[in-house]
């Protein structure tokens, strides 16, 4: 009996693989934004709370602050996408140990975002809560700029600087 023939693998066409490109986020219009913002730490136990309105760029603040991280030496994981949910991690070196951080931006539309943000210690916990929301143009003669809002002077711009500044 005659030996079948020998198969013949088939044809390959050598496929690179897909490199993802960056996620990044979308970008928010500027303008004439509101910013309510609820504060928590694990040791006061009542959340502290405050609204800023500003005429604001918060795409150019939100690059703003995480360039000014990545000057204080902080590694982040790169930033994920699931839906309208931008997740971002990161870790900075600070004097009593590693500050850990989880953000997570969601985005309703170019002009509505809300970003929670929980900051690890092992001196403390806080978690906080932006709600943004685009209220119209800037009254007339202002522009936006990339800069943080300013918030009254017993809350800190954000759960980090909270930590960093020894809060």
């Known amino acids: 009996m005659a030996d079948p023939p020998a198969a013949v693998p088939a044809p390959t066409t050598a496929v690179p693989p897909l490199i993802a490109a960056p996620v990044k986020l979308p970008a928010f219009q500027p303008g004439l934004w509101e910013y309510r913002r609820t504060m928590m730490g ?4 009542k959340p502290q709370t405050a609204t800023v309105n500003k005429c604001s760029d918060p795409s150019g603040d939100i690059q703003q602050k995480l360039t000014e991280l990545k000057q ?6 790169p930033l994920t996408q699931n839906g309208n949910q931008y997740r971002s991690s990161w870790i900075c070196s600070v004097t009593g140990g590693t500050l850990t951080v989880q953000d997570v931006i969601t985005v309703r539309s170019a002009t509505s975002y809300q970003d929670d943000n929980e900051v690890r210690h092992p001196s403390q916990t806080l978690r906080s809560t932006i709600v943004a929301s685009r209220l119209g143009d800037c009254p007339p003669g202002e522009k936006p ?12 711009a954000d ?6 500044r020894g809060r």
């Open 42 to 45: 694990a040791e006061s136990g």
């Open 72 to 77: 204080r030496g902080c590694q982040f994981t």
């Open 145 to 156: 700029a990339p800069t943080a809002p300013k918030w009254p002077r017993d809350m800190p």
């Open 159 to 164: 759960s980090t600087s909270a930590i960093l």
